[in-house]
């Protein structure tokens, strides 16, 4: 009868080629595999989970002592330097956000504060959510073509990519206001019109 050794490896032979360029990496890729396969047994002790959940309390409790320790020191102006927890007590303190960071639409205003939006629909043809609807209607102005009549915008199928604002040739669409708790009660609520979308 085969070994159960080179039975596995002539198992893992299938799938990793072993000759041929770059043959090496394959040879630890299979290596690799052939270890997680081969993992030793657990013990009757460590079966029983015990020694992992000491561990577990061990290291949960070396940090909450330290950090608890640290922040006591800071408060009587020891310390100042060493760093406790990193722990935000939102939501009266903020987490400072990213300058990239994607947060909640709003449009742009024009000095007369009208949307800088010209109604071209880029942002509602690019928008791979289809949550973007706008309602285009001519503008007094003429060397304004149009301009939105309607700006709808379904925060609840928004995937947050971005690509509306990308895609504006008029800078008329941001995702700055640092907005990000838009959750509400019902859907209808998470729908915003122009209006709403130009107040931030
Ligand atoms: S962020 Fe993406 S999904 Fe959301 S409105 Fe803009 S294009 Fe659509
Ligand atoms: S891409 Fe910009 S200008 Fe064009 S419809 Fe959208 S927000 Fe308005």
Request: overall charge positive; hydrophobic content about 35%; some cysteine.
């Amino acid at each position: 009868m085969d070994n159960p050794n080179q039975k596995r490896r002539q198992e893992l032979e299938k799938y990793f080629d072993v000759q041929g360029p770059f043959a090496f990496l394959r040879l630890a890729q299979m290596k690799r595999a052939w270890r997680q396969g081969n993992r030793r047994q657990l013990t009757w002790w460590e079966n029983t989970y015990i020694p992992t959940l000491i561990s577990g309390i061990w290291l949960t409790s070396k940090h909450f002592f330290r950090n608890l320790g640290f922040h006591i020191l800071h408060l009587v102006g020891l310390c100042k330097d060493v760093r406790a927890a990193v722990t935000y007590q939102y939501p009266e303190q903020k987490r400072p956000l990213g300058l990239r960071l994607r947060t909640r639409h709003r449009l742009t205003k024009r000095e007369d504060d009208s949307p800088r939006c010209v109604a071209c629909m880029m942002c509602e043809t690019v928008c791979p959510a289809r949550c973007i609807e706008i309602t285009a209607a001519e503008h007094p102005d003429p060397n304004i073509e149009k301009y939105p009549a309607e700006f709808i915008l379904d925060l609840g199928k928004c995937v947050y990519c971005g690509f509306c604002v990308e895609v504006c040739p008029e800078d008329a669409i941001r995702m700055d206001t640092g907005i990000l708790n838009t959750s509400e009660y019902s859907r209808e609520s998470m729908i915003y019109n122009k209006k709403r979308l130009m107040e931030e």
